[in-house]
């Protein structure tokens, strides 16, 4: 065994002192890599002590730097915060670098490491979604000694800002050894520019790569080290873009960021319900409309369910934008306490608009587009739907119901279908084409 080389989980951190197959703490296998560990100093020099101070001392509490993208300052709690580090990950393609550009264009200085694309492929996208980078300083480097000396000249000229590398798995050291990437690399380039925001006190913002299976390339000490980690999601085939907070020191984790991507950019989705509900809603069978919360935010969405007859000896289950193991749940239900055979169907769901939901606020909506296409019925207009449904039967009341049903309110939905006044799914069931029945 080498002095001072660890071997280290890239998907989990742990450390071992030699390699090992299969990792004890996460059960991945091969995914131990060779980290040098950086030499101390020898010195037995004490250095002078530093007075310890006082939170009521400080009197110059600086503000927040807003970025003036309004769904990106909702996630971040109000903007950047000075000296903060933040991590943003997310899958090639979905939008990282075009919004990133979009944030340092609206800053009154930026400082652009470009460590994968070079600047005349900036200057393309720049130019397609119409961005002004007048006040964006580029370096292409990957040397993070050069990147930091780069940074602490223009630190000195400028006093404020933001910094953006993209991305931290293109950034190396020379002082150790390793491609970029690598964990040794990535954990010494990533401690350096957390030194350089602190010292400064200006944001630094880290591009991470995503591996297949998802996660945030590298370990995951790395999202223990920055202040907040941000994941921007997205299907390709879909315009919508929904940024969370997965850690974030200074603000809620529960704020999402919703976004449509065009030609212009990443555009800040002020009115969601256009996104997600159509503009006339016919009155079909298997359409039924209900509200999902994203963080704090409650959001109408359209569930569409499709019941056919099947031939098959083991019936289809196709699910896009919810669990689909929640809905087999909610098909047993439909099948033991409410009298309907659609386990001997075919049963398509889909929730239009492209987004997913992870919500169980929507069962009773899913459990009403399978009956409602089942019975060949449909619920009527201006009918919102709000409740978990439990494996009794029950409808249970679901997390900020009222919020949910103020919404429904407000966008014109007279009835509503609860926990408040159905106690049972077979019991609310019997509203389907029943208009005439009065609702809440």
């Known amino acids: 065994m080498t002095k ?22 996460c059960s991945s296998w091969a995914s131990f890599v060779e980290y040098k560990k950086p030499s101390l100093s020898t010195s037995k020099k004490l250095k002078k002590a530093k007075e310890p101070v006082y939170l009521k001392d400080i009197k110059n509490r600086q503000k927040r730097i807003k970025t003036n993208i309004y769904e990106m300052d909702r996630v971040l709690g109000g903007g950047f915060v000075p000296g903060q580090i933040l991590l943003l990950a997310g899958e090639p393609g979905v939008g990282k670098s075009t919004l990133l550009l979009q944030i340092a264009s609206n800053m009154k200085n930026s400082f652009y490491v470009l460590g994968e694309e070079s600047l005349n492929q900036v200057s393309t996208r720049a130019e397609r979604i119409g961005v002004i980078a007048k006040n964006i300083a580029f370096l292409e480097e990957t040397d993070i000694n050069v990147v930091v000396s780069s940074l602490d000249k223009w630190a000195k000229e400028t006093k404020e800002g933001v ?69 921007l999601e997205g299907d390709k085939v879909s315009s919508l873009r929904i940024l969370r907070s997965y850690k974030n020191r200074f603000a809620p984790t529960d704020e999402v960021g919703i976004f449509h991507l065009s030609q212009n950019g990443m555009q800040s989705a002020l009115d969601t319900e256009s996104l997600f509900l159509s503009k006339n809603i016919s009155d079909t069978p298997g359409s039924v409309v209900s509200c999902v919360m994203e963080g704090t935010r409650p959001i109408l969405v359209e569930l569409q369910a499709l019941v056919v007859p099947t031939k098959l000896a083991f019936p289809r289950r196709v699910v896009h934008g919810i669990d689909s193991k929640r809905v087999e749940i909610l098909i047993a239900v439909l099948a033991r306490h409410c009298g309907l055979k659609v386990a001997e169907t075919d049963v398509f769901i889909n929730v239009a608009g492209g987004i997913k939901i992870r919500d169980p606020g929507v069962d009773l909506a899913v459990a009403f587009a399978i009956a409602s296409s089942y019975k060949n019925k ?63």
């Open 4 to 25: 001072g080389i660890l071997y280290v989980c890239e998907s989990c951190g742990f450390e071992s002192p030699k390699w090992l197959g299969k990792c004890p703490n």
């Open 163 to 231: 910094v953006i590398i993209d991305s931290v798995q293109t950034m190396y050291s020379e002082d150790l050894t390793g491609v970029a990437g690598s964990v040794g690399q990535v954990k010494e380039t990533t401690f350096r520019l957390i030194e350089f925001a602190k010292r400064t006190n200006i944001p630094v913002v880290l591009v991470g790569h995503v591996t297949k299976d998802g996660t945030v390339a590298g370990p995951s000490t790395l999202a223990h080290m920055v202040d907040a980690v941000l994941w």
């Open 378 to 440: 449909h619920l009527g207009k201006k009918t919102l739907v709000v409740g978990e449904v439990g494996l009794l039967g029950e409808i249970r009341k679901s997390a900020f119901e009222e919020r949910r049903l103020e919404l429904g309110r407000r966008q014109g939905y007279t009835k509503s279908i609860n926990s408040s006044n159905f106690k049972t799914v077979s019991s609310a069931l019997s509203t389907i084409s029943v208009y005439n029945k009065k609702l809440p």
